[in-house]
Each structure stands twice: as C-alpha cells, then as structure tokens.
C-alpha cells in the first residue's frame, strides 16, 4: 500500500469514528503536570456527554469521569497495556452515568484513546464491576508476580504479560502482546511451542523446555508450564509461566563440559569421542577415518625436564592438532600421550593427507625450560569398513595400526591392512590368556641341574628355574615368547613373581624332600625390565623370608644384554642383592657388548659360558669359550658352561678348567616330580656317566 492510500484509510477511519454517534470515544493526553487532558472526542461522546466538541477540547478528564470507588484514574493509564475498568460519568446536566471505559495506549507515550460504554441497567453495571474487579485483581496478582506470566485469551496472541517477563527478555509489554512474544522466541524451539499451544487450546497442560532471546539476542533458556484457558465471548487461550534456567542450565553445561573434556588441553575425553564416533556410525553410509597418535620418547621430556614441562608439550600437542584437522572433525585426548582423532571422511587419501598435516606441524620446535624440542608422533590410520560395528572396534584398529606404525622405526603414518590386524587380534587375545595364567598360575616350572665335576665325585650344585606355559587350546608356548609378551605388555612383574616364590617354595621342599640330595641353590632368570625394579631387592628379600631360604640359596641370572641396557641401574640393583648375600650370576655371556670395565665393577658371582660357544668345541672353535672360562677365573668368580650335549664336550671343558656345567648330556629341563626323581635315582647312579 502506498503511503497516500495508507493516509486514506487512516481518514476514512478517523471520519467513521468521529461520525459513530453509537459509539463514545476520546483521546486524552497526559500533560506536564500528571494531568489528564480531552484532545479529541467523537459524535457519541459529545452526546454522551451533552457537551460540543470544541468545549471539550482541552477540558481535564476529571471533571467528567470519576472511579466508582473513588480512586484515582490512573490505573486506566498505564503505558503498553489496554485496560478496562468502570467508572462515572458526569453529564453537563449532572447526570451520573455508570459506563466500562477501555483505555489502549497510542505509540508515542502520551497519548491514549478511551472507548465508553454506557451500561444499561443497574445489573449490568453491577455485572461488569464485578468482573473487571475480578480481571483487575488477576492482572494485578499477574503483574506484581516476580514469575515471568503471559496470558492469551484467543489462540497463539497474547492479552497480557508482566513485568517479570518484560524483565526477563528486556523489553517493553506492547512488543509482546498481540503475536509479537513470536519473535522472541528461539528459531528452533518455534515449532515445539507452537505445537504446544495448540494442544494446550485443545484442553491439555504441557510443560516443555524453551529458549527465547533477549533484547541482547542473548539465549534464555526457560522451563514453560502451560495451562488452558477459556474466556466465555472471547475464545480458548492460555496462561503460561516461565522459569528463567539460564544460570543452571550454563552450570549444567559447565559440569557436563568438566566430565566429558579433559582438564589439562580442554580436548574431549574417551567417553565424547566413543559417543561421537557411535553416532556418527548410525548412519550407515558416513564416512569415517580414525587416526591413533602416540608421541614418541615423551617419557624422555618428562624424566629429563619435568612433568610440568610435560604437560605443556601435551597442551601444545593438543593445539597443534586441533589446528591442523578440517572443521567437523574431532580431536580427543585418549590418555596420557595418546590422541584420537576422527574425521568425517570416506578417502583413505583424504585421511592421509589430515595424517601427514599433524606429522608436519607436530614437528615444528616447541620451547621447554629453555631447551628446543621437536615433538614427533606415531600415527595408525583406519578407515572404517564392515567389520566395524561400534566405536570399539574402529578405535581398537587405529592403535593397532599406531603400533605398527611404532615397530617399523616411529614418527611414520601406517593405514591398518588385514593380516596385521588378524596377527594384533591373536596378540592381544594371547596377552589376555596369559595375564590369566599367571592369575591362575598356570605358568609352570621346570628344572635343569647344574652339576659340578671338581671333586671325587659330581655334586648337584643348583637347579635352574625355566618358566613353561601349556596354552590349554594352543597348546606349548615357547617361553620366549609369554616372556616377551609379558615385557611388552606390563606383566613382567606378575610373571618374575610368580617364578621366583615357586622356584624358592620348591627347593624349600626339596631339602625336606631330599635331605642332602637336594641342589644347594635355585638360579631364577631375570628380566631386563626387572632390572629397574626399584622394590625387586624388596621383593626378593619378602620371598626368601617367607620360604625360610638363606639368601645364598638364591642365585639370580641376568643376560648380558639386558645387563648392558642399563649398567648403571643394573649395578646398584644386583649391588644390593649380592649386600644381601644373594648370588648373581651373568647368562649367555660372550653374546653381547659387554664392558670388561663393567665386568670388573659388578658384583658378580658366576658367568655363564653361553651354549653356541659351546656346541662349536668339537668343531676345534675353542678359543671363545677358553677365553671366558680364563676371564672368570682372572676375576676370581665361578664359571658355569651352558648346553653340554655331549661327553666330549664335557671332557673338553674339564680341560679347560670349566668343572661346573648344565645341559642335555646331564639332565633336560625336569617337571617338579621328575626333577626329585633325578635326584633321587639318575643323579647318583649316573654320575659315573657324565664323565
């Protein structure tokens, strides 16, 4: 409409209204002093009145119109809300007229127009008073309530809201009223109320959680209760309150927040990320890429610079990782070094290229404690195929690729293929058996004797300890490997234990078994991880005193590899066990790197000539074994040959001065039961055949 046409209307309904004479109306204004002033009246007040247009002008509203209780009019006059009320009015002849005035606002805030309604009869007067007495008191109640109220009497547009509610959103009534409260309300929540309203004005009470914004366009969340409403000649409406859970709902989210993202780099824990990747997995077609990093060496920063340096590497991980994935995708830390992260892709090559960005930025130099560090990772790629039906199948085959990734020499991307994952998976579920075994010790012993030669006759010196696992389904194990696997998975502790209270156990009931036939001490292996065991002096002590075993009837064997991996450590390990009187002695040697200079400081009982020196006697290669047999002797400590298969190269060792030694030629490795059986009949009577 144009705004000539628009002047049109507004005249043709100003001239209607002024010409109306069924129907009284005025507009008042409010004057600088608080009073209320005639500005404008039509045909049906003048007559109402008996009063000419022009003497109205300008006339105060209170030499006319009067409350009935006596009260002043300015209840009629509150800005942004149409009222009705009754009152008096006197006629220029002094009539009073009883009459319902309905007041509305006019924008601007001065001005407000009055429709007068004269009452018929004295009932209908006392009728009306009544129920406007009753609406009064229900605004009033409704407005002076600190409850955010607002109150429609026909469909979706509201008569009246309070102040609360004008509070809560910052903005003035007459911008709510009608359908204006719609555009308050948050876009997303729209349909739900709406939807809402209207089973309410089919007679039903809801409640429901909705946002609206403010006159900020800050987000307001609220608790809405609604209730019908009818309103006999008018129509179905209703009244709902509002609960302001704003702060609670941000506490909420706060604590939310607090338990599903880690508290050192603020990126998601395991739980947000199982949930993001189960979700995004419900849909069938989504494409998905996960990608397991594991710093490299990050326990060297935090031995050699501190954990609080440590934590600042993570942090700044974190940020480079974040920085370095596509929008839609997300990084969660998964524990300690180790990261996740989980792309919306379905492109290996897309994958790939988020995986070399991480590598690229991962590397640039950080800062800590004034030393320059260049962070590198290992990173294992999957993609998510058929065989994945859960975030735990996803997430288990990107560490597994991360591991492989760490075996072929670290700071590398490798993308999982089949064959590893089937050897990860038999991996893990052998791991699993043996944790199990060792609960349940199934871990067994066996024992092969050392025998030495020296005297007039061979002596059962010691019994070596070899730890022996029948799978129940796969059945022998080699120890190499449950040892191995115990190593590498944190149960070397677990399976040294285990060996070491059975082995002493077992020789404590063979000196009451055997008497004199019984070994005079048992040899137990250690690990290399053992080796920086600080409680491992505590432990073996704990166990001897349990078994009632003297410490020198314990000798404990340590490869000279392992040995080398830490001499250091090593050193004031078996320093300790030999101040204990434990015996120590030092296996396969001649097989490593060992340091003479080393050798010299430890405090070692025995060396042990290693098997391969010895099964190439007979070939004429004697020089090795001769020179190990020569240095122990040098260093004044005890020799024993490993692997003697044969009476020739045990007379070959006697020769060389070697008169203690183990091996096929004089026992096997024994069951428990064999073992004493040996004792008991092989060894004395075969003594004459060893030699």
Known sequence: MTTSATGDVVAAVLHAAAADSGTALLVVELGTLGELAVRWSNTGATQ????????LQGMPLHDHMAAPDGETLATMFRRERPTTTVVTLRT?????????????????????????????SELEVALRASADAHEQRFKVLAERSPVPTLMSEQGMRLGHVNDALCALLGVTADKLVGTGWMSYVHHEDLDLIAATVVAVLDGEERELQARFLDNRREVRHTDMRFTPLRTPGVGDGFV????????????????????THDSLTGLPRRSRLWDHVNATMATPDAGLACMFLDLDNFKVVNDSLGHTAGDALLVEVAERLTSAVRPGDLVARFGGDEFVVACATSSLDGALDVADRIL?????????????????????VVMRGPDHHSADDLIRDCDIAMYQAKSRGKGRIMVLDESARSAAHDTLTLVADLRQAIEERQITLHYQPIVAYGGSRPQLVAAEALARWQHPRRGYVPADTFVRLAEEHGLVRELGELVLETACRALTAWRVQLGALAPARVNVNLSALQMSDNLLVHTVQQTLRRCGLRP????????????????DTASTILRQMREHGVQVAIDDFGTGYSSLAYLRRLPVSYLKVDRSFVAELEDGHTAVAQAVISLAHNLGIGVVAEGVETSVQQAMLTDMECSVMQGFAISPPLPEPSFVEWCRSSFPAGRGALL
């Not at 002094?94 to 309604?117: F, M």
């Not at 690229?360 to 294992?380: A, D, K, Q, T």
């Open 552 to 567: 020198e009837q314990l000798c404990v064997e340590i490869t000279e590899s392992a040995l080398m991996k830490d001499p």
């Open 92 to 120: 220029a002849v002094g009539e009073s007229v009883a009459c319902r005035v309905r007041s509305t606002p006019a924008p601007g805030g001065r001005l407000w127009a009055l429709r007068i309604d004269p009452a018929q």
């Open 48 to 55: 109402l009145l008996g009063l000419a247009g022009s003497d």
């Open 240 to 259: 709902a309150t509002l609960e302001d859970i704003t702060e609670r709902r941000a506490f909420e989210d706060q604590l939310n927040h607090q338990a």
């Open 360 to 380: 690229r930025v991962l590397c640039e130099p950080v800062m800590l404690n004034g030393v320059e560090i260049r962070p590198r990772g290992s990173i294992g």
